[in-house]
């Protein structure tokens, strides 16, 4: 009787045991991370709500096969150079050095500007650590179809294949180039591919958040994911892929309703220096105005004006010395400049506010074999996807901002 039971007790255990191997199998993450790739799509602007007004068929099929993020808080200021440039190093703006979309740099006596080529190719502006230089540093390719950062050396490297940026370039035929990336030989083919468009943003821009035309933005650029999608799963390595869609920030309406013209309280000729734009400001009053300049401005409705070693600490702006000596935002939903509001400039979307404001947080989707199924993950910050990224591909990182326990749940 009793070797009855023990025969039975060992059967019941093998039966289990065999149930727990084998659901692991099935969950298990069973390619090794030097043999995973990643292709990170930003499309730009993506507020984290976009997806739940309209159907996005595509991205919820990533949600489906993989993860999705409740949100992503972006850097501050929530804008597009800052953000993808902390989405590739894993830094806050303060230290990686692209503290805006333009700004003066003081070690180099230059301005740096997005639509000026020769600041965007000038790897002098660029601090941290890129990923594909992470990759490259250590023997995997990398290639970048448009990635702020991509078009420069930093620390005298570039991704191995990598395009000057062109607005106008046809959105499928970048992905075409980026499936001929994936299909070149395997010893010179590139395990890690960034890749952005500049929609839905350029539609925030001009008809704001709300509009039925950034509706149907949003479903063009989704049915853009299935293109993708399509097209990588006719890989043969498919299988060895993860595909993150993400972006930079996302949207809120502006009016020119809403708008502090900053010379009605302090002449514009006060200051040395004013960079960035709506709705931050970052300038350097001239010798001596410094305090006259801040006691005004403190005074002003609808703006915050910080002296820049006191900006609040959650910002983390501030320390770097090409940020002017007062930092000047709008409240949100407000906007600010020199002068009178034109009202084609402050009409539609904007974005640039405080990282903490619900429309200012984007998207965050991905799928693969790192990736767990059918998972909902809790927020994220732009820096947490360097950590993330060279946990899956099995890249030693460089020091960081982003926290992997942040994202690591998320990982088979
Ligand atoms: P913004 O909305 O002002 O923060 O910036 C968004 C714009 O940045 C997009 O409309 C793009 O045209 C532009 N942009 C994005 N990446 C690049 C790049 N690598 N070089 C130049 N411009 C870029
Ligand atoms: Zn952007
Ligand atoms: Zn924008």
Redesign the pocket.
């Known amino acids: 009787m009793i070797y009855i039971m023990r025969i039975r007790f060992f059967a019941l255990w093998a039966l289990m045991a065999l149930t727990i191997v084998s659901c692991n199998l099935a969950s298990r993450n069973t390619i090794p991370a030097t043999q995973q790739y990643v292709v990170m799509l930003s499309m730009?602007?993506w507020r984290w709500d976009y997806s739940d007004r309209v159907p996005t068929p595509n991205l919820d099929y990533i949600a489906q096969q993989g993860v999705q993020a409740e949100y992503v808080k972006p850097a501050f200021p929530s804008?597009?150079?800052p953000n993808?440039y902390s989405m590739a190093t894993g830094l806050y703006p303060d230290n990686h050095g692209i503290v805006d979309?333009n700004f003066y740099c003081p070690d180099l006596d230059l301005v740096y500007r997005?639509?000026d080529r020769n600041s965007?190719e000038n790897g002098a502006f660029y601090g941290g650590e890129p990923i594909w230089v992470t990759a490259e540093k250590q023997d995997v390719t990398s290639a970048s179809f448009?990635?702020?950062?991509?078009?420069a050396p930093v620390q005298g490297i570039q991704p191995t294949y990598w395009k000057r940026?062109d607005?106008n370039f046809p959105y499928t035929q970048r992905i075409d180039t980026v499936i001929h990336w994936l299909t070149l030989p395997e010893e010179v083919r590139p395990r890690l591919i960034t890749f952005?468009y500049?929609e839905p943003?350029?539609q925030g821009?001009r008809t704001g958040p709300d509009s039925p035309e950034i509706d149907e933005k949003v479903m063009e650029m989704d049915a853009l994911v299935g293109v993708l999608l399509e097209r990588l799963r006719e890989l043969e390595h498919y299988h060895k892929i993860n595909l993150i869609v993400t972006s930079?920030?996302g949207m809120t309406e502006v009016s020119p309703e809403r708008y502090v013209d900053i010379s009605q309280y302090t002449p514009r000729d006060w200051y040395e220096r004013s960079h960035g734009?709506n709705p931050i400001l970052h300038v350097t009053p001239k010798e001596g105005m410094l305090d006259s300049a801040y006691t005004m401005l403190k005074g002003v409705e609808n703006i915050s004006v910080w002296k820049k070693s006191d900006v609040p600490a959650r910002l983390n702006y501030g320390a770097n010395p090409r940020i002017g000596e007062l930092v000047i935002l709008a409240d949100s939903t407000w906007s600010l400049g020199w002068g009178k509001p034109r009202d084609t400039y402050y009409t539609g979307g904007a974005?640039?506010w405080d990282n903490a404001k619900k429309d200012m947080h984007t998207i965050f989707y991905a799928m693969g074999p790192a990736f767990k199924e059918s998972y909902q993950h809790g927020p994220i910050e732009v820096v947490d996807l360097y950590p993330l990224i060279t946990r899956i591909m099995g890249l030693k990182p460089a020091p960081v901002d982003g926290k992997l326990e942040r994202v690591k749940g998320m990982l088979k």
């Open positions: 730009d602007g804008k597009t150079f993808h979309n997005l639509g965007v448009f990635w702020v950062g991509s078009e940026y607005n952005y500049n943003d350029s821009h930079d920030h734009g974005h640039g």
